[in-house]
């Protein structure tokens, strides 16, 4: 589902903070959002004793390969700092991470520190399944409006780990190569449709401009909030599809399937983020795609030098949003909150740690590690910063869901899907999605 909520405050903080950092000459990397690399279990080797209680955290996350690498050698790092503290890890691609993290939840099994999404966090919290954090980490450094989006009933149970945007990424090279330029900051959903269909004509066999936005709800969301109609299930649990817009949007992109802008449907789901052999713009099939700031180093370490961002497409509001990346969470049935916490602290506020982990969750979220890495930062690290740059321009607040909505996403992907291949109308559609909806409004 599309969600996460950042204050207008946040936007300004966090935008005069990265620009700050690309006036210097930098940016960074950092959801669905990663590649789908085999699930994997481990664990660092037995440390040496040192006379401390011997305690094994566990930790889940999922991520790209990247993501995964950094984080195994800072819980060796942190092994060895602490030497009583041994780590089994469990991490995966997105897909399926949540299935698997409410399974062991359910069973009172879940890993002592778990990387969380905003969209899951009421849920958790209201199921009371999240540990408190609000004492025994140094959140100093945290910018307070992006520290209290991990907040519940005033305690912190939820600590941001990075900085992100949800805006537009396209293939630089491929559009200079048809003598076509990118899209202006400021942009028009009008100018980028009419981009999009400009483009189709100088495209070979097996090639397409933009993804079915039919199927994608946070592109929706995004077009949906960029008309001023808010978003389409509001923070407080209310179905808002707006009838006018959904009308528009899906008919729209019933025309481009017609066209042949966007691909067929059996071809989109093939499409995997950052899979190199099924991500269509990584293969050179598709030109343009929504996007968390947060991949975009990916995306130029598989394409490299030849990935361009931008804000999302405006309308009489912007259509992006500010967000954390994601957070790090406790669960409340660890036996080792204490030693959790202590990591959590080490793992957001210590340099060597920092130097590991990079961007790969994001732009760092304390501004010291940040400028600490700003000299190093590569072109996709730019990238990333640049994007946060020009959503905050005009940025919305961010949705991170409302409590008990977490299922209306498989209601609305079947519904989608059927619409996409054409079984059902786009009014059809509205009215199963509306009812639907009811099911989960309180």
Same mark, same amino acid.
């Not at 992907?413 to 909806?437: N, S, V, Y």
């Given at each position: 589902?599309?969600?996460?909520?950042?204050?207008?405050?946040?936007?300004?903080?966090?935008?005069?903070?990265?620009?700050?950092?690309?006036?210097?000459?930098?940016?960074?990397?950092?959801?669905?959002?990663?590649?789908?690399?085999?699930?994997?279990?481990?664990?660092?080797?037995?440390?040496?004793?040192?006379?401390?209680?011997?305690?094994?955290?566990?930790?889940?996350?999922?991520?790209?390969?990247?993501?995964?690498?950094?984080?195994?050698?800072?819980?060796?790092?942190?092994?060895?700092?602490?030497?009583?503290?041994?780590?089994?890890?469990?991490?995966?691609?997105?897909?399926?991470?949540?299935?698997?993290?409410?399974?062991?939840?359910?069973?009172?099994?879940?890993?002592?520190?778990?990387?969380?999404?905003?969209?899951?966090?009421?849920?958790?919290?209201?199921?009371?399944?999240?540990?408190?954090?609000?004492?025994?980490?140094?959140?100093?450094?945290?910018?307070?409006?992006?520290?209290?989006?991990?907040?519940?009933?005033?305690?912190?149970?939820?600590?941001?780990?990075?900085?992100?945007?949800?805006?537009?990424?396209?293939?630089? &090279?491929? +559009?200079? %190569?048809? !003598? $076509?330029? =990118? @899209?202006? #900051?400021?942009?028009?959903? *009008?100018?980028?449709?009419?981009?999009?269909?400009?483009?189709?004509?100088?495209?070979?066999?097996?090639?397409?401009?933009?993804?079915?936005?039919?199927?994608?709800?946070?592109?929706?969301?995004?077009?949906?909030?960029?008309?001023?109609?808010?978003?389409?299930?509001?923070?407080?649990?209310?179905?808002?599809?707006?009838?006018?817009?959904?009308?528009?949007?899906?008919?729209?992109? &019933?025309? +481009?399937? %017609?066209? !042949? $802008?966007? =691909? @067929?449907? #059996?071809?989109?789901?093939? *499409?995997?983020?950052?899979?190199?052999?099924?991500?269509?713009?990584?293969?050179?099939?598709?030109?343009?795609?929504?996007?968390?700031?947060?991949?975009?180093?990916?995306?130029?370490?598989?394409?490299?030098?030849?990935?361009?961002?931008?804000?999302?497409?405006?309308?009489?509001?912007?259509?992006?949003?500010?967000?954390?990346?994601?957070?790090?969470?406790?669960?409340?049935?660890?036996?080792?909150?204490?030693?959790?916490?202590?990591?959590?602290?080490?793992?957001?506020?210590?340099?060597?740690?920092?130097?590991?982990?990079?961007?790969?969750?994001?732009?760092?979220?304390?501004?010291?590690?940040?400028?600490?890495?700003?000299?190093?930062?590569?072109?996709?690290?730019?990238?990333?910063?640049?994007?946060?740059?020009?959503?905050?321009?005009?940025?919305?607040?961010?949705?991170?869901?409302?409590?008990?909505?977490?299922?209306?996403?498989?209601?609305?992907?079947?519904?989608?899907?059927?619409?996409?291949?054409?079984?059902?109308?786009?009014?059809?559609?509205?009215?199963?999605?509306?009812?639907?909806?009811?099911?989960?409004?309180?």
């Amino acid at each position: 589902m599309f969600m996460n909520i950042v204050p207008r405050k946040t936007a300004a903080a966090v935008a005069a903070l990265l620009l700050a950092f690309t006036a210097a000459g930098c940016s960074s990397l950092g959801v669905k959002e990663e590649a789908q690399p085999a699930p994997q279990t481990g664990g660092t080797q037995t440390a040496t004793s040192t006379g401390a209680k011997p305690i094994k955290l566990r930790v889940m996350w999922w991520g790209s390969q990247a993501r995964h690498d950094a984080t195994l050698k800072i819980l060796d790092l942190y092994t060895k700092k602490n030497p009583n503290i041994t780590f089994e890890t469990q991490y995966q691609g997105f897909d399926g991470y949540l299935d698997k993290l409410t399974t062991q939840a359910a069973a009172k099994n879940a890993p002592d520190i778990i990387q969380m999404d905003a969209a899951w966090l009421a849920d958790w919290n209201g199921r009371g399944q999240l540990a408190d954090l609000s004492s025994g980490i140094n959140t100093n450094d945290i910018d307070p409006s992006l520290l209290d989006t991990g907040k519940y009933k005033g305690k912190l149970t939820a600590v941001p780990l990075g900085n992100n945007a949800w805006g537009m990424i396209y293939d630089k &090279a491929a +559009l200079e %190569k048809l !003598g $076509v330029a =990118p @899209p202006k #900051d400021g942009y028009t959903w *009008d100018d980028y449709f009419k981009l999009v269909e400009e483009i189709k004509p100088k495209l070979g066999k097996g090639q397409y401009v933009i993804k079915d936005g039919t199927t994608d709800t946070t592109q929706y969301a995004a077009f949906q909030l960029s008309r001023g109609k808010g978003w389409p299930v509001t923070v407080d649990g209310k179905f808002n599809y707006d009838k006018e817009s959904w009308l528009e949007w899906t008919k729209k992109f &019933a025309q +481009l399937r %017609k066209d !042949g $802008v966007v =691909p @067929p449907p #059996d071809v989109q789901l093939a *499409d995997k983020d950052l899979d190199p052999t099924a991500d269509m713009l990584i293969n050179g099939k598709l030109l343009f795609k929504g996007l968390h700031a947060a991949q975009v180093s990916a995306y130029d370490a598989l394409k490299p030098g030849a990935i361009g961002v931008a804000a999302m497409p405006q309308g009489v509001q912007g259509g992006g949003w500010l967000k954390a990346t994601f957070y790090f969470s406790v669960s409340q049935d660890s036996q080792y909150k204490e030693e959790a916490k202590k990591f959590i602290d080490w793992f957001i506020n210590d340099p060597e740690a920092g130097e590991i982990g990079g961007t790969t969750r994001g732009v760092p979220i304390t501004s010291k590690i940040v400028a600490q890495l700003q000299p190093k930062f590569n072109l996709g690290d730019k990238l990333t910063v640049e994007m946060i740059n020009k959503t905050a321009l005009k940025p919305q607040v961010f949705n991170p869901g409302a409590p008990g909505w977490t299922d209306f996403a498989k209601d609305e992907q079947d519904i989608r899907e059927r619409l996409m291949f054409e079984k059902i109308t786009p009014e059809q559609a509205f009215d199963e999605l509306a009812k639907a909806g009811k099911k989960y409004e309180k």
